[in-house]
């Protein structure tokens, strides 16, 4: 069974910076496409970014793109998320996931089969 710990979550004033990571065990971290998401509070869970087996794809939701960046090291079987310039409206609790699935990237909650239990990041203004 595939586990996943999200840690690096907090609180920020805003046009700070936090990076997140996501520690994967229990499976060949290689094979899985990584995801991030956030939910924020009365609000469905959305999609934040993606990246590739390799790390070579990578892709982002309009709302972070190019404040967003997404990177893996599988020798340490983690994913990183780094968001810089972080706004209010980024508060929400952040979770990554994991697949399986044979495409590039994934974009939709469906698509993943494994979550973590979320890291909170709270943005002041």
């Known amino acids: 069974q595939v586990q996943l710990v999200e840690s690096g979550g907090g609180l920020v004033q805003a046009g700070g910076s936090l990076r997140l990571s996501c520690a994967a065990s229990?499976?060949?971290?290689?094979?899985?496409?990584m995801g991030w998401f956030r939910q924020a509070p009365g609000r469905e869970r959305e999609f934040v970014g993606a990246?590739?087996?390799?790390?070579?794809?990578?892709a982002y939701s309009d709302p972070v793109k190019g404040r967003a960046t997404i990177s893996r090291d599988n020798a340490k079987s983690t994913v990183y998320l780094q968001m810089n310039s972080l706004k209010p409206e980024d508060t929400a609790v952040y979770y990554c996931?994991?697949?399986?699935?044979?495409?590039?990237?994934?974009?939709?909650?469906?698509?993943?089969?494994?979550w973590g239990q979320g890291t909170y990041i709270t943005v002041s203004s």
């Open positions: 996931a994991a697949t399986a699935g044979t495409r590039l990237l994934y974009r939709n909650t469906w698509d993943y089969d494994y």
């Open positions: 229990g499976g060949t971290f290689q094979l899985f496409v």
């Open positions: 990246v590739g087996r390799t790390g070579l794809n990578t």
